[in-house]
């Protein structure tokens, strides 16, 4: 009886590398604060932080968001919000138009 140790066909196989596991990233909870104001009227008011820089921004805008097109289906039209403060897109916002954006203190920062 032949030993499982000598068989031909085990010998045969290369040997695999055992790779060293490696630790997965910690995920980084990122969030971004956000108050909506006016919600009724026609104007709108939203305060929130810059996504990028944590600037606190308060931007006014109207309308009712635009229906658009995407991969051919109905999708809703975002409109990218700039930062006063890093130049990036703070936010997007599904709206018609923005009227305007103002840096201000955050309001979440102590």
């Known amino acids: 009886m032949a030993d499982a140790t000598t068989n031909p066909e085990q010998q045969s196989k290369p040997a695999r590398a055992l790779k060293p596991r490696t630790q997965k990233p910690e995920l980084i909870e990122q969030f971004q604060h956000i108050k909506f104001l006016d919600c009724n009227k026609p104007v709108g008011r939203v305060i929130f932080e810059c996504w990028h820089c944590q600037q606190g921004i308060i931007s006014e805008s109207r309308g009712e968001p635009i229906m658009g ?37 955050s309001p979440w920062k102590k």
Not at 76 to 102: D, H, M, Q, Y
């Open 69 to 105: 097109e995407f991969k051919g289906r109905p999708s809703i039209t975002l409109v990218n919000v700039e930062c006063p403060n890093c130049g990036k897109t703070a936010i997007k916002l599904s709206t018609a138009e923005v009227l305007s954006t103002t840096a201000i203190p």
